[in-house]
């Protein structure tokens, strides 16, 4: 069920509820499939009788139909993937970020200047590095189908063992045993740790609009970390971002490398287009 707090000019929304509002805005018809959207849109005054969107969502509306700069978090843990993010256009910026088990996400108002704290905050990114062991190597390399036969014996555990970080760890150091013979014996030992204290893994990706040669383009950056808990973070060299699809094969190289904490603050600011690549867009 859609609300919303408009003294914080928050809005808490499912994607039927975008598409009401989105063929609403357009002046197009709602489908018959999410007329119940539209009913609970109705019935708490987000959307009158006669189809018109309240003032209240004008800022949402027009944030969400004409973005300059959309920002996507791809977060996977232990509820599972969950999608958060920044939107801003020429006159507001939205974050949005996803609640687990509700198919629901809340979208709130902040200030373009606070884009990149915002989006250290929906991925829990710590303001100092917590690490409390240092391990062995600082770099893994090993490949996707090593690390799909460690997650596919780590989902076939019990629940109440998926959640323990020795658990993890031990059936981790089985598997790569089995799957990846000939990795290096230090890295597959770090490897382990590394999935037994994996709190979540995640990539964030920023798209904006551009000319090239005088034809629309999009202009896109993007990187993945894996937060480690007490290990810290690891970037995710390979497979590089932005990944597309049919790219990814077990033979595909992974390589993770621990970066401080300081360093992902500053991806995230990498992250976002300069103003030379923003003014593309007006050319």
């Known amino acids: 069920m859609p609300s919303y707090d408009l003294s914080r000019e928050r809005f808490r929304l499912s994607h039927a509820h975008l598409s009401v509002l989105g063929a609403l805005y357009d002046g197009e018809p709602v489908s018959e499939d999410l007329a119940p959207a539209r009913e609970e849109l109705t019935s708490i005054g987000l959307v009158s009788e006669q189809g018109e969107i309240s003032p209240v969502l004008a800022d949402l509306a027009n944030t969400l139909s004409a973005p300059v700069i959309q920002i996507l978090i791809e977060a996977t843990g232990p509820q599972g993937i969950q999608t958060h993010g920044v939107i801003v256009s020429d006159n507001a910026a939205f974050s949005h970020e996803e609640w687990p088990g509700t198919g629901e996400s809340e979208y709130a108002r902040i200030e373009p200047a606070t ?7 929906l991925v829990s990114l710590r303001q100092r590095a917590v690490a409390e062991a240092r391990p062995e190597v600082l770099a893994v390399t090993s490949t996707m189908g090593a690390l799909d036969a460690v997650l596919a014996a780590l989902g076939e555990l019990p629940a109440e063992e998926q959640q323990k970080p020795d658990a993890a760890r031990e059936t981790a150091r089985r598997v790569l045993a089995e799957s990846a013979p000939a990795m290096d014996p230090a890295q597959r030992a770090v490897f382990a740790d590394l999935v037994g204290n994996l709190r979540a893994n995640w990539r964030m990706t920023a798209a904006w609009p551009t000319q090239l040669d005088g034809k629309p383009g999009r202009g896109v950056n993007s990187f993945a970390v894996w937060d480690c808990g007490r290990l810290g973070y690891w970037e995710r060299k390979s497979p590089a971002e932005p990944i597309v699809e049919g790219q990814i094969t077990p033979e595909t190289k992974l390589e993770l490398v ?26």
């Open 115 to 121: 884009v990149v704290f915002e989006l250290a905050r």
């Open 258 to 283: 621990q970066v401080p904490v300081k360093r992902v603050w500053k991806m995230i600011g990498e992250l976002l287009p300069n103003r030379d690549e923003i003014r593309d867009r007006a050319a």
